[in-house]
């Protein structure tokens, strides 16, 4: 026997369950969330930074800069109201040559544009003050980044999920989805549901589960791989909030820095390198059928050529200690290899365009009766909660209209 459901959410990351939170305590409905894995948050969510971006650094106007700025101060109440640990500590940006400085101003003047009128330029004064041991010639101080941990705040919002009469269900990995009566059968490795609406936030999957739905999502999803060293615990101390490089705007990544973790220690990373599966957490994780998927995808033949000088220097990196270690001594200069040890990675999610472009902002495709989230990735942990109120006008959306395949979600 099938339970029915309003809607039926694939995906038990963050992105999911703040849209069930939405579609619950807003709309008054009754989501299901079904997640793949045994717990929650196991793959992105579980494998971030645990950054509350400010929304520095997005394009303004645009949904990451929007929701990201929402999302953000949201993501600070639900952490005081329940209780989740979180520091709004801080962060500086470094610029480290001239040639950096032009980006570093649009860098100020896009965090302004995005309402972040606390920012401040800093001297090298001014960065020593607050990270004595780190170099540079100019840096921007953004006081309202924090940092938290992502996956107590996806439990906690299956929390108020349940107590909102929506469920969650764990080891239900969809295998299956059948129109009938108007409505869905989802079929999972744990029981079938049945649910009016279908929302897909299968994160580095959802490519896969779009097309498992019968819909085209126009792009393909390309996992990159981000991988972390910890500082030693006797050299923490040489980092004291949270320190970044000022990004390469060719690529969506922020470069290799410094956070700080809630739980106490000091972790440098992420670099991006092309992963050799969907769950590619190591070079040891391949499979020859995610490969064979990428190599057909005309989007990832342009995105090598384009990017091809990148991706060898990313792939050195990634192999070598020592120059992942040069490029960290470039913020602080005191760091030696016996400072970091290699510790945990993580894959995200990119959606490329068969063109090779990969989609800066947020992307949402949506079809009768469903609503497929094709491109989540950072800032979406902290904006989820932005975010999901959106999904949920998007159910609202679908659940009444005609077949339409929408570019984006603002549309
Ligand atoms: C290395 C790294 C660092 C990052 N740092 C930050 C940061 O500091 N701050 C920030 O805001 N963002 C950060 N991000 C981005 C952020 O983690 C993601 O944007 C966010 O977690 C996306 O959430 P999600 O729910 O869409 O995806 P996910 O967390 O990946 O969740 C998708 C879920 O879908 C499940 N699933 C897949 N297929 C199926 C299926 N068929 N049936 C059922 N379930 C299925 C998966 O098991 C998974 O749990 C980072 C990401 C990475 C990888």
């Known amino acids: 026997m099938s339970t029915q459901f309003d809607v039926a959410i694939i995906g038990g990351g963050i992105v999911g369950m703040a849209t069930a939170m939405a579609l619950a305590t807003r709309d008054g409905l009754r989501p299901v969330v079904l997640e793949a894995e045994k717990e929650l948050a196991a793959h992105q969510t579980g494998h971030n ?20 700025a929402a999302g953000r101060d949201e993501m600070y109440r639900f952490c005081a109201e329940h209780a989740i640990p979180h520091e709004r500590c801080g962060k500086i940006v470094v610029a480290l040559d001239g040639s950096e400085l032009p980006r570093l101003d649009e860098l100020e003047r896009r965090g ?21 041991h780190c170099a540079g010639i100019a840096a921007l101080h953004v006081p309202i980044t924090g940092i938290v941990t992502y996956p107590a705040v996806t439990r906690a919002m299956a929390g108020v999920v349940r107590a909102a009469q929506g469920d969650v269900r764990t080891g239900s990995r969809v295998v299956g989805v059948r129109r009938e ?34 819909v085209e999502p126009g792009v393909r999803i390309i996992p990159f791989r981000g991988e972390y060293y910890d ?48 769950h590619g957490y190591s070079w040891r994780n391949w499979s020859a059928g995610d490969l064979w998927g990428l190599l057909r995808f005309s989007g990832f033949w342009h995105m090598a050529r384009a990017q091809w000088r990148t991706g060898v220097m990313e792939l050195r990196r990634s192999l070598s200690k020592s120059r992942f270690v040069a490029d960290l001594r470039r913020l602080i200069p005191e760091i030696r290899g016996a400072d970091v040890f290699r510790a945990r990675s993580g894959v995200r999610a990119q959606a490329v365009d068969p063109t090779g472009k990969f989609l800066d902002d947020f992307h949402l495709v949506s079809a009768p009766g ?38 984006a979600l603002a549309g």
């Open 231 to 278: 500082l030693v615990e006797s050299r923490r101390s040489l980092v004291r909030n949270l320190i970044y490089p000022v990004p390469d705007p060719r690529f969506p990544f922020l470069g290799v820095h410094y956070t700080r973790m809630v739980g106490g220690g000091v972790e440098a990373g992420p670099n991006a390198v092309l992963a050799m599966a969907r």
């Open 181 to 214: 009566d108007g409505g869905f059968i989802v079929e999972s490795t744990g029981s079938p549901v049945r649910a009016r609406t279908i929302v897909n936030c299968a994160g580095v999957l959802s490519d896969r589960v779009a097309l498992m739905c019968g």
């Open 112 to 132: 302004r544009a995005n309402g972040l009128t606390d920012i401040r330029r800093l001297t090298p004064d001014g960065i020593r003050d607050l990270e004595p």
């Open 370 to 407: 469903m609503v497929h989230v094709l491109n989540a990735p950072s800032p979406a942990a902290t904006a989820s909660i932005a975010i999901g109120r959106v999904i949920a006008d998007r159910v609202r959306e679908v659940s009444s209209a005609r077949a339409t395949v929408s570019p």
């Open 49 to 68: 930074s645990g950054v509350i971006h400010s929304g520095l650094y997005y394009k303004p106007g645009s949904l990451k800069a929007r929701l990201c």
